[in-house]
């Protein structure tokens, strides 16, 4: 079964470092998203992709994350530098957009602490 | 503005009885879907079940079933014959366009 994959899955890092998370959607899916998840509350979306190109990215704090999608297929989100508030779970999904309902289906997610 | 509400923070049901989660939402937009995903606690989320706003019956997905009720604006999970694997987290969640809005979530726990 066709499943996304993210590395890594726990992350601890101290404040001011760079972290990278990783993702690969599934094969054929052309939107990729990545949300956050703070303990507590549920998903919040920070970027959406269409292949390579951003389609939304309005809730990504721009001054620390930056996320990519080069080829259209596996993407990178990453934070420079680390700030205690970042602790939390980020999860990546995708969807095909000719799909309906256009479901988004999700990877188990990189759980980060930062100390 | 686009909003969901899932207003149980926890619930409780014994095993093999039924057990409802409650999700209400509120948008302007006339064409939307809503989506209830399971999040257990290796913290995946799974897609249980979809609704659209333009169906006429209630979607169903074995054990899973949508209460929809368009003018109430709710669409309530309903798990019938709960396992004990059951228990985790659910999420409610509404895509009117391109942005999916989830709620606060309801941790279900299943007794033995």
């Known amino acids: 079964e066709a499943e996304v994959a993210q590395s890594p899955r726990y992350k601890i890092t101290e404040k001011s470092q760079a972290v990278a998370f990783w993702c690969d959607p599934i094969?054929?899916?052309?939107?990729l998203y990545w949300y956050r998840q703070i303990l507590g509350q549920g998903p919040e979306l920070l970027v959406q992709?269409?292949?390579?190109?951003?389609?939304?990215d309005s809730q990504l704090p721009k001054d620390r994350f930056s996320a990519e999608r080069l080829k259209g297929v596996d993407s990178t989100l990453k934070i420079q530098p680390a700030e205690l508030g970042d602790s939390a779970m980020y999860l990546c999904?995708?969807?095909?957009?000719?799909?309906?309902?256009?479901?988004?289906?999700f990877g188990p997610g990189t759980r980060l602490t930062v100390l | 503005a686009q909003k969901i509400t899932q207003t149980q923070p926890g619930m409780f049901v014994q095993e093999k009885e039924a057990v409802t989660l409650d999700c209400t939402y509120d948008?302007?937009?006339?064409?939307?879907?809503l989506f209830w995903y399971k999040q257990p606690s290796s913290g995946e989320m799974i897609f249980l079940i979809y609704?659209?706003?333009?169906?006429?019956q209630n979607a169903t997905e074995g054990r899973y079933s949508l209460n929809f009720q368009k003018a109430r604006k709710s669409a309530n999970l309903v798990i019938s014959a709960s396992q004990l694997g059951d228990s985790a987290m659910y999420f409610c969640?509404?895509?009117?366009?391109?942005?999916?809005?989830f709620g606060a979530g309801t941790r279900l726990t299943v007794k033995p």
């Open positions: 094969s054929g899916h052309a939107t």
């Open positions: 999904a995708s969807s095909s957009p000719g799909a309906f309902p256009d479901t988004q289906y």
């Open positions: 969640a509404m895509r009117p366009n391109n942005d999916m809005r």
């Open positions: 992709f269409q292949d390579e190109s951003v389609v939304d």
């Open positions: 948008t302007s937009d006339p064409s939307y879907g």
């Open positions: 609704q659209g706003s333009y169906d006429q």
